[in-house]
Structures are given as structure tokens and as C-alpha cells.
């Protein structure tokens, strides 16, 4: 954690202002907090490995407990969740250092199916049409904006594409964080410094509570995936338009519908019940569906015309973006695939094999439930494709020729952070 960071926190109880602690707890790295205790008014939260938790619950209050006792591993143990052999499994990884990988923390963090959600996200349909969102009205003017918060982050890849926009984590040594991912759970936040979006700032807080930010913060706020799991709406979306500059935007892609069918829907509203809890920020839906297809065949995001809710009817799913600036509302054309920023890999949901000069990619689904969840992927990652070039190793844009920004377009070269699979 930046000290700059301390300038954007409140806490989520009294609302006052966040100090650190002196405290033997304190471990520093320069103007980085690696280890410590922030304390306001009325509490005190820890700080582990890098991330301020900023929740009051049994695993947060075993972590206090352990940095008090100068256990640091203890409370980032406490944190993980880990117990038995999950914990010898992570202690092993810790040990591997730069050796070890994303995918290797994520088996031992999360060995279940939103484990293979994250593993995979890279290439999902819903990251498709978020990617393409973030990327056009993060920066509508071609220059990067101010701070951006990526809310029920998850581990990190929405945040690296903020990120990715010019949204460079300290302008100075003594700028404050301009990308912030936030979630509840612990694990993920680790992952997604540690891994996707290092350097980014990360805070542990409840989206179904009082948001630990100062007001008229950011300026883009965005909750992809998972807002139909939050229970307190009503507060969250108060909270994001809170933290959120005047004119700022709200961007919410993904909902699902209660009017829809969707799989693992949550607790869901209709898309009048969406638009209304962001009245107050000028909200416009628009189809999930429209949107990737418009990605995907005309390479653009047009948000010109918003769509009612009675014309959404009964689709699965939509999306909400809330800006009072009216420049936010017209057609976006979406760039090329960038120059590469982290390794050129094989997207990992296909199984890589060379035979005779070439490399034969085979698309395997995990599971026959993500097949089924993400089955509009089969429109742009084919069953088979056959390169000729050796693609079990080191992957570089000369080795594929004409074909490069096509294999890239279709996500099956993704652009992943370093010791990502």
C-alpha cells in the first residue's frame, strides 16, 4: 500500500479519516506499507501483504492478532482462508518465488469452477464486451482521465485493462494510486498484485457497505459480473455514485436480468429496477447481446442509442452506463489489438501440440458447465487451428506473420500478465 493511498480511504464505519499505526507490526518498503495498522475513530484494520482490509470479521480479527504477535505469515494465512494441506501447498508456492504462477496460486486458492471463471477470463464473451467498454469510455478523448475504481475486481483483469489506458499507478513518487481494484475476498486481491495488475492499488472492502473511499473520487467507476450477487443494492449503487466525480462514469456491464434466464443468476432485477437504483446519474441500458455483436463483426461500441426497458424484454442480460456528460453517449470504434505489455501466450483453453512442422491448437472446455455458460466463445476461438510455427514454446508476433493480429482478435493469443499459465 502507497502512503499516497491513506488520502483517498475513510472508514467504511465513522467515516473519518485513515492513519497508520506505529506499531511493531509496521514494515516498510520505501513509501510502500508491506505490513501494518491503520486506525480512525473508531477501529483499527490491519494492512497484509500490501492491501488494507478494511472489514470487520473473524478472519480480519485473527490477522490483527497475529501482526500484533509479529506473525505476518500467520495473518496472511488467516486471510487466505488456507488450513491443512492447502496451507503447506501455498507455503511450497511462497518458496518458489518468481517461479511460481497464477494458475499455480489459483489451483491452490480456488480449486473450484470460479477458479476456472478467472483462469479463463481473458477470452469469456462478458470480458469481451467489458474489455471493449473500459477501453472506449475510459478515455474518450484519447487522453487518460483521473482515478478509476474497479469494484468486485475479482483478481484483477478489468483492472489490468484500466490500467493498460494510461492510468499509470503513480504519476510521481508522491501521486496518488489512479487504479484501484477492490473486492471482499482476501485471495483474489492478492492474485491481482501479485499477478495481473501488479502495481495497482487493492483494497479488501464489502460492496453491501459503506464504500471506504472520500467522495467525487473517481473518475470511472466499474462493477462488472457481479452486482446481481450483492444483496444490498440499494447502498451500492448510492456508495458508487458517492465515490464517483460529478460527471464521472458508472459502468456496470453484465447484469443479469430478472426478466432473462441466466446461469448462477443471483439475486436479479428488471432492467427498469437497474435503471432506476442510478436515476439520479442519468443511466441508458443497452443489450448484452447487441454490444457483442457489435464488437465482434464491426469492431465497435455504440453507445449513441440507449435501449428502453421495455425493448429489452426478456434478454438475459444487460448493460448499464451512467455519465451526465451527453459526449459519453456515441459510437466508439475499437482499436487493434495493442502492442503486447505482458507475454504472448496460447489462450489456456487450448491444448497445444507439434506434429510435423506445425502446432495444432484444440479448444477443451474445463468443464460441460463453462462450455455451456460461456458457449458464445465458439464465435471467435475455433475448434482447431493449425499454425506453422512452434507455438509450445516462446511465443513471439514474427513467428505467426499475417496471421498475428487475427489469432490475437480471436483471443486465441491473449497478451497475460507474466507467469500468468
Same mark, same amino acid.
Given at each position: 500500500? $502507497?502512503?499516497?493511498?491513506?488520502?483517498?480511504?475513510?472508514?467504511?464505519?465513522?467515516?473519518?479519516?485513515?492513519?497508520?499505526?506505529? $506499531?511493531?507490526?509496521?514494515?516498510?518498503?520505501?513509501?510502500?506499507?508491506?505490513?501494518?495498522?491503520?486506525?480512525?475513530?473508531?477501529?483499527?484494520?490491519?494492512?497484509?501483504?500490501?492491501?488494507?482490509?478494511?472489514?470487520?470479521?473473524?478472519?480480519?480479527?485473527?490477522?490483527?492478532?497475529?501482526?500484533?504477535?509479529?506473525?505476518?505469515?500467520?495473518?496472511?494465512?488467516?486471510?487466505?482462508?488456507?488450513?491443512?494441506?492447502?496451507?503447506?501447498?501455498?507455503?511450497?508456492?511462497?518458496?518458489?518465488? %518468481?517461479?511460481?504462477?497464477?494458475?499455480?496460486?489459483? $489451483?491452490?486458492?480456488?480449486?473450484?469452477?470460479?477458479?476456472?471463471?478467472?483462469?479463463?477470463?481473458?477470452?469469456?464473451?462478458?470480458?469481451?464486451? +467489458?474489455? +471493449?467498454?473500459?477501453?472506449?469510455?475510459?478515455?474518450?478523448?484519447?487522453?487518460?482521465?483521473?482515478?478509476?475504481?474497479?469494484?468486485?475486481?475479482?483478481?484483477?483483469?478489468?483492472?489490468?485493462?484500466? %490500467?493498460?489506458?494510461?492510468?499509470?499507478?503513480?504519476?510521481?513518487?508522491?501521486?496518488?494510486?489512479?487504479?484501484?481494484?477492490?473486492?471482499?475476498?482476501?485471495?483474489?486481491?492478492?492474485?491481482?498484485?501479485?499477478?495481473? +495488475?501488479?502495481?495497482?492499488?487493492?483494497?479488501?472492502?464489502?460492496?453491501?457497505?459503506?464504500?471506504?473511499?472520500?467522495?467525487?473520487?473517481?473518475?470511472?467507476?466499474?462493477?462488472?459480473?457481479?452486482?446481481?450477487?450483492?444483496? $444490498?443494492?440499494?447502498?451500492?449503487?448510492?456508495?458508487?455514485?458517492?465515490?464517483?466525480?460529478?460527471?464521472?462514469?458508472?459502468?456496470?456491464?453484465?447484469?443479469?436480468?430478472?426478466?432473462?434466464?441466466?446461469?448462477?443468476?443471483?439475486?436479479?432485477?428488471?432492467?427498469?429496477?437497474?435503471?432506476?437504483?442510478?436515476?439520479?446519474?442519468?443511466?441508458?441500458?443497452?443489450?448484452?447481446?447487441?454490444?457483442?455483436?457489435?464488437?465482434?463483426?464491426?469492431?465497435?461500441?455504440?453507445?449513441?442509442?440507449?435501449?428502453?426497458?421495455?425493448?429489452?424484454?426478456?434478454?438475459?442480460?444487460?448493460?448499464?452506463?451512467?455519465? #451526465?456528460?451527453?459526449?459519453?453517449?456515441?459510437?466508439?470504434?475499437? #482499436?487493434?489489438?495493442?502492442?503486447?505489455?505482458?507475454?504472448?501466450?496460447?489462450?489456456?483453453?487450448?491444448?497445444?501440440?507439434?506434429?510435423?512442422?506445425?502446432?495444432?491448437?484444440?479448444?477443451?472446455?474445463?468443464?460441460?458447465?463453462?462450455? %455451456?455458460?460461456?458457449?458464445?466463445?465458439?464465435?471467435?476461438?475455433?475448434?482447431?487451428?493449425?499454425?506453422?510455427?512452434?507455438?509450445?514454446?516462446?511465443?513471439?508476433?514474427?513467428?505467426?506473420?499475417?496471421?498475428?493480429?487475427?489469432?490475437?482478435?480471436?483471443?486465441?493469443?491473449?497478451?497475460? #500478465?507474466?507467469?500468468?499459465?
Amino acid at each position: 500500500m $502507497h502512503d499516497t493511498l491513506l488520502d483517498l480511504l475513510r472508514c467504511p464505519f465513522c467515516g473519518t479519516r485513515l492513519s497508520l499505526v506505529e $506499531h511493531d507490526a509496521l514494515v516498510r518498503r520505501g513509501a510502500d506499507v508491506e505490513s501494518g495498522v491503520l486506525g480512525c475513530e473508531c477501529c483499527a484494520f490491519p494492512i497484509v501483504a500490501g492491501i488494507p482490509v478494511l472489514v470487520a470479521d473473524n478472519a480480519t480479527r485473527d490477522a490483527m492478532h497475529a501482526l500484533e504477535a509479529g506473525l505476518h505469515e500467520a495473518a496472511l494465512f488467516a486471510l487466505l482462508g488456507l488450513d491443512g494441506v492447502r496451507t503447506e501447498q501455498f507455503g511450497a508456492l511462497l518458496a518458489r518465488g %518468481a517461479k511460481a504462477t497464477y494458475r499455480e496460486a489459483l $489451483h491452490i486458492l480456488s480449486p473450484d469452477a470460479e477458479g476456472a471463471y478467472f483462469l479463463y477470463r481473458f477470452s469469456d464473451p462478458t470480458f469481451l464486451t +467489458a474489455e +471493449a467498454l473500459v477501453r472506449a469510455v475510459g478515455r474518450p478523448d484519447g487522453t487518460p482521465t483521473g482515478p478509476v475504481l474497479d469494484l468486485c475486481g475479482g483478481s484483477g483483469h478489468l483492472t489490468r485493462v484500466l %490500467a493498460g489506458l494510461g492510468h499509470s499507478v503513480f504519476a510521481t513518487s508522491m501521486a496518488p494510486p489512479n487504479t484501484v481494484v477492490a473486492d471482499l475476498q482476501f485471495w483474489k486481491l492478492w492474485l491481482a498484485i501479485r499477478f495481473t +495488475a501488479p502495481g495497482c492499488a487493492a483494497v479488501c472492502c464489502d460492496a453491501g457497505a459503506p464504500l471506504p473511499f472520500t467522495r467525487d473520487l473517481f473518475s470511472m467507476v466499474i462493477l462488472a459480473d457481479a452486482f446481481p450477487y450483492i444483496w $444490498h443494492k440499494r447502498l451500492c449503487a448510492d456508495e458508487m455514485m458517492r465515490v464517483a466525480e460529478p460527471d464521472g462514469v458508472v459502468l456496470m456491464p453484465h447484469l443479469h436480468s430478472a426478466l432473462g434466464d441466466n446461469i448462477s443468476a443471483g439475486d436479479t432485477l428488471t432492467p427498469g429496477g437497474y435503471q432506476d437504483l442510478f436515476a439520479p446519474h442519468q443511466p441508458r441500458l443497452f443489450s448484452d447481446a447487441r454490444l457483442l455483436d457489435e464488437v465482434l463483426e464491426h469492431q465497435v461500441v455504440d453507445l449513441a442509442q440507449g435501449r428502453s426497458p421495455t425493448e429489452l424484454g426478456t434478454e438475459s442480460a444487460l448493460t448499464l452506463v451512467a455519465c #451526465p456528460r451527453a459526449d459519453c453517449f456515441r459510437r466508439y470504434t475499437v #482499436p487493434d489489438p495493442a502492442e503486447v505489455r505482458g507475454e504472448l501466450v496460447v489462450n489456456p483453453l487450448y491444448d497445444v501440440e507439434w506434429r510435423n512442422g506445425n502446432s495444432i491448437l484444440t479448444l477443451r472446455f474445463p468443464t460441460p458447465e463453462y462450455e %455451456a455458460e460461456f458457449s458464445a466463445c465458439r464465435r471467435y476461438l475455433p475448434d482447431t487451428v493449425t499454425v506453422d510455427a512452434n507455438l509450445t514454446g516462446r511465443v513471439e508476433p514474427a513467428m505467426l506473420g499475417t496471421r498475428y493480429e487475427d489469432l490475437r482478435r480471436r483471443r486465441v493469443l491473449i497478451d497475460a #500478465p507474466p507467469r500468468y499459465c
